[in-house]
């Protein structure tokens, strides 16, 4: 069992900047593919990042066209962490922020919320224009 605790949400202007964090617990945390996804108002729950183990002594990130460039992912595993930095940010990016995890994903499933296991309570991010 993981469980997560999203932080760093709150009210910027636009063209701001943000840093939501994700503890988890549990001794394996760097085993799981973490990701971002967020839920705007009366919308879908999105996907917005994602990184996990690329097999390679690296990890892969991934993003969604709207916020590649924008925002970034990374996590420490030291601290049983994940991050999300978001600059620029823009009003159409207002919405619950949620961090997931999850094993045994593979292909399209890191970009599919239903094929994470475990998720926090969401964090709100609100851009202003």
């Known amino acids: 069992q993981v469980q997560l605790v999203e932080s760093g949400g709150g009210l910027v202007q636009a063209g701001g900047s943000l840093r939501l964090s994700c503890a988890a617990s549990?001794?394996?945390?760097?085993?799981?593919?973490m990701g971002w996804f967020r839920q705007a108002p009366g919308k879908e729950r999105d996907f917005v990042a994602t990184?996990?183990?690329?097999?390679?002594?690296?990890?892969?990130?991934d993003y969604a066209d709207s916020v590649k460039g924008r925002f970034t992912i990374s996590r420490d595993n030291a601290k049983n962490t994940v991050y999300l930095q978001m600059n620029s940010l823009k009003p159409e990016d207002t919405a619950v922020y949620y961090c997931?995890?999850?094993?045994?994903?593979?292909?399209?499933?890191?970009?599919?919320?239903?094929?994470?296991?475990?998720w926090g309570q969401g964090t709100q991010v609100t851009v202003s224009s």
């Open positions: 997931a995890a999850g094993t045994g994903l593979c292909g399209s499933s890191y970009y599919i919320d239903r094929s994470y296991d475990f």
């Open positions: 549990g001794r394996t945390f760097s085993s799981y593919a």
């Open positions: 990184t996990r183990w690329s097999g390679q002594n690296t990890y892969y990130t």
